[in-house]
């Protein structure tokens, strides 16, 4: 018999607690640069449209995100102390309506390899294993979705250059790489994005094995290939269309209005899934009623909109 695991700490247990007490979650008005360069668009297009469950956090994880945080206030001081002028951090970067957003580390000016040319500064911690490829392959090829964030940054920001800065967490050691604006890159991905927002149907899947990366760590695992139900939200309505000016903004085609952030986390009675997100097969549609009649991958027949107004 394999010998049985130690319990764990009370101390270390009630410290997890407390960071789990503490933690919020929160849907994301829209795509994060830090995800957008992601390779399953169905991916970006199911947390665009909040299909599975918000993400609950271990105590543990929250504290490395913590620490994560913790070393960019050190980089930062380690870049003042060698003279480097930081400044514009947590500066907003909106993209394509602004449904592709999220915020730099910051910028800098002052750097030994070229100190008169303006840099976006992203900054980054790794583990060991991965810290080795970082060094070994760079930014571009070894963490593409870091790679992707710096190019929109800059875009965002119309700069030439990125700093990517990277601890590792095991002995301390330091990477930089001047990573150079690729526009072609940058525009191709932008226009990606753009068609992932804008089309009201799951793009199709990566892979359809889900039992080897990338589908084997998504989030969306159960949704994509599990027949999980979606979220009722109005982001996964029908009716729901993401704007394409202004700051995120979404609209109702159903009520003929735009909707609030905290609108679209509760729905309404008038909602109805889009018919792709449902675990089964469309066979009728009453627009009368404003139902679609569907059968389930159990064989029962699930009527859509009946009894919710
Ligand atoms: S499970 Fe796989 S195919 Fe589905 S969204 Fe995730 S990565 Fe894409
Ligand atoms: S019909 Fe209701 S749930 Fe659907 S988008 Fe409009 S307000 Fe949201």
Redesign the pocket.
């Known amino acids: 018999m394999a010998p049985l695991p130690k319990p764990q700490a009370s101390t270390v247990r009630a410290i997890y607690a407390a960071y789990e007490a503490a933690a919020e979650s929160w849907d994301s008005l829209g795509i994060s640069v830090g995800e957008a360069n992601a390779e399953c668009d169905r991916q970006l297009w199911y947390s665009f449209r909040w299909a599975s469950p918000l993400e609950k956090h271990h105590g543990r994880q929250l504290r490395l995100f913590e620490t994560g945080n913790i070393e960019e206030d050190r980089l930062v001081d380690d870049l003042r102390r060698i003279g480097v002028d930081v400044y514009g951090q947590q500066d907003r970067i909106r993209l394509v309506g602004s449904h592709v957003r999220g915020k730099c580390d910051g910028k800098v000016t002052g750097l030994p390899e070229a100190p008169k040319t303006e840099h976006l500064l992203e900054f980054k911690s790794s583990n060991e294993k991965g810290m080795k490829e970082i060094i070994k392959h760079g930014c571009q090829k070894a963490k593409p979705l870091h790679f992707g964030q710096c190019q929109l940054g800059m875009h965002a920001f119309g700069l030439s250059r990125c700093l990517y800065l990277v601890s590792c967490k095991n002995d301390d050691t330091l990477y930089a790489e001047r990573i150079t604006y690729d526009a072609e890159f940058t525009l191709r991905l932008l226009a990606r994005l753009d068609r992932i927002i804008n089309t009201p149907e799951p793009p199709s899947r990566v892979s359809d094995n889900p039992d080897i990366p990338p589908c084997l760590f998504c989030k969306h695992r159960s949704a994509c290939h599990d027949g999980a139900w979606p979220r009722?939200?109005?982001r996964s309505?029908?009716?729901?269309t993401p704007e394409t000016c202004g700051d995120a903004h979404w609209s109702?085609?159903?009520?003929a209005k735009p909707?609030s952030f905290d609108?679209?986390k509760v729905?309404?009675?008038?909602?109805?899934f889009i018919p792709s997100l449902v675990p089964g097969e469309q066979v009728d549609v009453n627009e009368e009623s404003e139902t679609i009649t569907y059968r389930l991958r159990n064989g029962e027949t699930w009527v859509d909109g009946e009894g919710k107004s």
């Open positions: 009722v939200t109005c309505c029908i009716h729901s109702c085609a159903r009520w909707l609108e679209q729905a309404c009675e008038a909602h109805l």
